[in-house]
């Protein structure tokens, strides 16, 4: 019988548990679909109850394949900025609107920009309509029913823990990232509560990662063939937890996330803003937060570069021959804002664009431009960590374009620092689980997992390579500014 912990993992494209050991190898998985819907324009939503029920069908699998081994605990992660109206039983009154729901676009634009810093020096959460502050703002002033009605405000993690638990907590990670909470008291801030028009009493009680959340009903118990005193552990945020699971949590250790969209992220202690609002600071632990900058352009851009060139092979053969292109892509640079961007212009109506196309560029010139703009614009983000954090000294880096060798090439390159990838994609889900390990005290730190991650490979950089990407980054951050003018 092996000890193993669990993280339950909410996405925005799946709810996936995953079982590992101790030493942080996986043993176990169990992964269900999210559908997202899009009933207007701007409008990105989910299904609260269709999240719920996929939820017990991963957790049941995964009980079943670890009815042999000692479970310890269940940690959870998930996906931030989203919100459901609920009423005074925890039942939707509304859709989820996820991150990327831009329905309050235009409340954002015309905004005062003095109230706009003031709110962001408070919460160290960008103005932007990833903002469940944005959200609710636009719920007031659009009359919109669900919010007129609604008892509580709720994210996907809060809406679990009540209907499974009847428990209306929050870890400080999922509150931080709502805007509306204050970084420095963390608790929530009323000025901005005011704002949104609504009371803190709508809104659940702020605790930290470590908590443990007991409760579960009965008949999900059975359901779920839950085993017995198997606490839960209510975790934190994907992004912190995913930090965690890779490692990166000691000053000058940055993690990058890349799949579909991506992030650049460090941990650090207290809490602080950037001056110029280009990266976040959201609370992980009363004495620790992270900072660090989102991107809506990861694999996105590539996926939509693939999809405009009509080529029906598959990724890796789209990829092919443009790793025999130089760094620079023989003169092609590519702005990857294809989907809006957050960090670091934080506007949803920014676009991408090609600059010095020839009729010589061919698909390989064009996929290595792609490739080194997703990179270019991380490395635009992380010079604005650099301003609070410090140099990065080593970098972790998962999800899914870590696949591809040319891209983690790329980005060793253009950061001129070590690339460490771990033998996993799931960090998220090992931080939520090792956090449960530290609730119960089987663990005496989170700094201890440090000797628990299996990493896969090292890429070390191309300092020749370096030095040449610096000139072109140069040229790359001129056309991202002279380009902004026209969103």
């Known amino acids: 019988m092996e000890k193993v912990v669990i993280g339950l993992d909410f996405g925005t494209t799946s709810v996936k548990a995953v079982a590992f050991n101790l030493q942080g190898k996986v043993l176990y998985e169990a992964e269900q679909l999210i559908e997202t819907y899009y009933p207007a324009e701007s409008f990105v939503e989910q299904k609260p109850d269709e999240i719920d029920k996929s939820t017990r069908i991963v957790l049941a699998n995964l009980f079943a394949q670890t009815s042999n081994d000692k479970v310890l605990a269940v940690g959870v992660s998930c996906a931030m900025h989203s919100l459901i109206c609920v009423d005074q039983v925890g039942t939707p009154l509304s859709n989820m609107s996820i991150w990327s729901d831009g329905r309050s676009s235009e409340l ?29 703002m636009w719920m007031k002033e659009s009359d919109y029913q669900p919010y007129q009605e609604a008892a509580y405000f709720m994210s996907l993690k809060e809406y679990f823990l009540f209907k499974w638990f009847g428990k209306r907590v929050v870890d400080y990670s999922m509150a931080s990232a709502t805007g509306l909470m204050n970084i420095k008291s963390l608790d929530w801030d009323d000025e901005v509560l005011a704002h949104a028009g609504i009371t803190r009493q709508q809104l659940a009680e702020i605790v930290a990662p470590t908590t443990i959340v007991d409760g579960l009903n009965p008949v999900i118990s059975e359901e779920l063939g ?66 660090g900058g989102p991107t809506n ?72 431009a792609v490739l080194e703009g997703i990179v270019f614009n991380l490395y635009q983000i992380a010079q604005s960590l650099e301003a609070i954090a410090g140099a990065p000294t080593t970098i972790s880096v998962n999800g899914g374009l870590s696949k591809s060798t040319l891209w983690v090439r790329i980005l060793a390159d253009v950061f001129g620092k070590e690339i460490q990838l771990a033998d996993t994609h799931h960090s998220a889900a090992w ?57």
């Open 108 to 136: 954002v634009a015309n905004l005062d920009a003095e109230l706009k810093q003031t709110i962001y020096r408070k919460t160290g959460t960008p103005i932007h309509p990833m903002s469940p502050l944005l959200k609710l």
């Open 226 to 291: 839950w085993p017995d005193g198997v606490p839960l552990v209510i975790g934190a945020a994907d992004g912190q937890l995913a930090n965690l699971g890779n490692g990166a949590i000691e000053p000058g250790e940055v993690a990058v996330t890349v799949g579909t969209s991506g992030a650049i992220r460090q941990l650090i202690s207290g809490q602080h803003v950037n001056d110029n609002g280009e990266t976040f600071s959201y609370a992980f632990t009363a004495d620790t937060s992270i900072i």
């Open 297 to 368: 352009n990861g694999g996105i851009a590539l996926q939509w570069l693939k999809d405009v060139m009509e080529y029906d092979g598959s990724h890796e053969q789209f990829l092919a021959g443009a790793e025999h292109v130089e760094p620079g892509a023989e003169g092609l640079l590519f702005v990857p804002y294809v989907n809006g961007e957050r960090a670091p212009v934080w506007n949803q109506e920014a676009r991408g664009n090609f600059y010095g196309l020839s009729v010589t560029h061919r698909r390989p010139q064009l996929v290595r």
């Open 431 to 487: 931080g939520a689980g090792w956090t449960a390990l530290v609730a119960i005290e089987q663990v005496e730190s989170f700094e201890q997992i440090k000797k628990n991650i299996p990493i896969n490979k090292v890429i070390q950089p191309n300092m020749d390579r370096h030095e040449e990407y610096k000139k072109i980054f140069k040229k790359y951050q001129q056309l991202a500014k002279d380009v902004e003018k026209y969103f």
